[in-house]
């Protein structure tokens, strides 16, 4: 009890003393006066004065807060008081004035950055500075005071150093809960959203403003929010669907009907409204978060400012999916095909940005150097964001002791154990080593691409061997290459047959002969398949006038369905095309014909265990059940996928995992339909 009267009464007389010290701004009376007392009781007593004086100053005099912080910095550098306590004194400010007056005493704290890097003050108000931010954010809003809320996060950018692991997202994560939400009656088409007409493309067809591109339009942001899905194989389908309906309606609406406006008005302005005219212009309106309702679509799409804001969206996705990031994972990584896609559409949005006004062509030359500094920014994180330090001068050294120093030759010991350190060999020798360390691992050596030697199937089961004319395929040598050729690229190696193999000799001239039979099958279908692609694009071209009308939902549709059936047999999926150069197209006999597939299609209805089966994920089995209305149509867009991707894809292989699976009436539609 004697401890806390004597606490009390400590205080009350610290008060006093401080409220004339700070009267008279004299701070050596508060300190002359403090010096009797135990440090720890003294510093504690005095912290207790600092902020009961504050309380005061809140009621009756808030003009000198300002000034009142700075005595209590000045305390601190003559250790009076504990060096958080200047931060604690402006939390406690901040949670007792209202916003606008925030913002001003906001400026008294950016204009001392440079006290809070003392090194008095920094180690100890860090995280009393980051909470009193944090803090003043929770009470703001992100849209009404985006000004203010600008300014603390640019304070903490230049408070913190860059390697403050706190301000760092290190492991490259996405904000997901940034949900956009949109939705309105599909009814609606938009035609009359403003009064002045929009300028035309050059086949004088105006496109339309529906509930179709309006989903389309919004649906996009779920790939901006998360990069990620875009290398998902169907996600990414999608991506390119919407982005080419999106692209193509900003290259149709273009914003010379609004300049035209705008100049036309300046016109018709007097001389005395000229100059009012030009201040209300360059006030610029930003919005955290646009709108989306439906009925504004065609108004934002005339809006420089929110075309500009979606284009830039599409170069920074563009940019995270063709840069080296240190935490993706191995299966994220785009075909060519995709790689392709991505340089012509940055091509494109590029120009898009440059005919956009006003100052379109400076604007894109901006976007391009921000983008291109970012790739330094990238390469920072990957390196495990080191911390920036200042280059040592060279110290100057004479050059008569450089010639009376003599360079020691340094330890063998030592010269391994730095190499060890480095996960690499030192063999004695440079060249020697240098050879060494390309892969110290034999094994993996071994695995590298140079080292696969492995022949095309048609290459060694149909070349001509053997010496004096033997059959080659009663080599013991030949036959085991021949045998594990087959278990790797032919399909006909695990078919299940009746028939048990007698003669090893007879079983791969069989082989031979069917391979051979393959090969000219192929090689007729794909003679086939050009002309009919030749014929095709004639008809295409004649055409072309007649079928003007059909919607971009159908051409998107035939192309994941693939209804066509040279495409089904033939065509293999784009994401695939650049990394299968080597591999042989699979044959007719192996495809399903359309007959077989609806009659399979029309048993199966237990799809989804089948779905499993053939290795589709959870979220591609969700994507065939939205598409498609009935158990039907799901699983022949499923089987169709299937022919289309995998390369082990076969009648025989389909009717031997339905058996497994026991689909009696499926496999009995297949059997009968063939």
Not at 293 to 299: G, R, S, T
Not at 420 to 434: I, S, V
Not at 440 to 457: G, H, I, Y
Not at 554 to 576: H, R, Y
């Amino acid at each position: 009890m004697s401890d806390k009267l004597g606490f009390e009464e400590l205080r009350l007389k610290y008060k006093d003393i401080l409220s004339k010290a700070f009267s008279t701004n004299n701070i050596d009376l508060l300190d002359s006066f403090s010096k009797n007392t135990n440090e720890v009781d003294r510093k504690a007593a005095m912290d207790q004065a600092f902020r009961d004086k504050l309380l005061e100053l809140l009621i009756e005099n808030p003009d000198t807060l300002e000034s009142y912080v700075s005595f209590c910095i000045e305390s601190c550098r003559r250790h009076m008081v504990t060096p958080t306590m200047p931060v604690v004194l402006l939390g406690d400010i901040f949670d007792a004035l209202t916003l606008n007056k925030c913002e001003k005493l906001f400026e008294y704290v950016e204009k001392g950055v440079n006290i809070w890097k003392e090194e008095l003050f920094f180690v100890a108000c860090k995280n009393n500075l980051l909470r009193m931010c944090n803090d003043l954010l929770r009470r703001l809003s992100r849209s009404q005071n985006t000004v203010f809320c600008g300014r603390i996060l640019l304070f903490l950018a230049k408070f913190f150093p860059f390697s403050e692991r706190s301000g760092l997202n290190i492991v490259s994560e996405f904000n997901l809960e940034n949900v956009t939400e949109f939705g309105g009656d599909n009814s609606s088409t938009l035609k009359d959203a403003l009064d002045e007409e929009m300028v035309v493309d050059e086949d004088n067809s105006k496109l339309t403003i529906d509930y179709s591109l309006y989903c389309r339009f919004w649906s996009l942001q779920d790939f901006f929010r998360n990069p990620n899905t875009c290398y998902n194989k169907i996600q990414w389908k999608t991506f390119v669907a919407h982005s080419g309906s999106v692209l193509a309606a900003f290259s149709s609406y273009k914003l010379e009907a609004v300049e035209l406006q705008k100049s036309k008005l300046n016109r018709l302005k007097a001389v005395n409204s000229d100059v009012e005219m030009q201040e209300s212009n360059k006030e610029q309106h930003y919005f955290a978060k646009f709108l989306t309702n439906q009925k504004l679509l065609e108004l934002q799409l005339s809006d420089s400012n929110f075309r500009r804001c979606v284009l830039i969206q599409f170069l920074i996705l563009f940019q995270y999916l063709t840069s080296a990031v240190k935490f993706k994972m191995e299966a994220q990584e785009l075909k060519s095909v995709q790689v392709d896609w991505i340089k012509e559409t940055t091509a494109l949005i590029y120009r898009l940005l440059g005919e956009t006004p006003p100052d379109g062509k400076k604007f894109a030359e901006c976007v391009k150097c921000i983008l291109h500094r970012e790739e330094y920014w990238n390469s920072w994180k990957n390196d495990g964001c080191p911390e920036f330090q200042k280059p040592k001068a060279p110290v100057s050294v004479d050059s008569d002791e450089v010639k009376k120093t003599r360079k020691r030759r340094r330890p063998v010991g030592d010269i391994i154990n730095e190499y060890r350190n480095q996960d690499k060999f030192y063999m004695g020798n440079n060249e020697l080593t240098k050879l060494w360390n390309l892969c110290p691992d034999n094994l993996v050596a071994c695995r590298t691409k140079e080292r696969d030697f492995m022949p095309s199937l048609e290459s060694y089961m149909l070349s001509e061997g053997g010496a004096g004319g033997a059959r080659r395929t009663t080599s013991g040598g030949w036959g085991w290459r021949a045998l594990r050729l087959l278990a790797r690229r032919s399909p006909h190696f695990f078919v299940h047959t009746n028939n048990p193999i007698g003669r090893l000799p007879d079983y791969l001239d069989d082989m031979v002969k069917r391979v051979a039979r393959d090969s000219a099958a192929n090689a007729a279908a794909a003679n086939a398949n050009g002309d009919t692609n030749t014929n095709h694009n004639d008809k295409a071209v004649k055409q072309e006038a007649v079928e003007e009308d059909i919607t971009e939902e159908q051409m998107e549709a035939d192309l994941i369905k693939g209804a066509d059936s040279n495409d089904i047999e033939q065509v293999p999926d784009s994401t695939e095309g650049g990394d299968n150069d080597e591999k042989t197209t699979r044959s007719r006999v192996t495809m399903i014909s359309p007959a077989e597939l609806d009659a399979v299609s029309a048993k199966l209805t237990e799809w989804k265990k089948l779905a499993v089966k053939l290795g589709y994920k959870p979220d591609e089995i969700q994507y065939f059940e939205t598409e498609n209305a009935t158990d039907e149509a799901r699983a022949k867009n499923m089987l169709q996928l299937w022919f289309d991707d995998d390369e082990d894809a076969s009648v025989e292989n389909l009717l031997y995992i339905m058996e497994g699976l026991k689909l009696v009436e499926a496999c009995e539609a297949l059997k009968n339909a063939k």
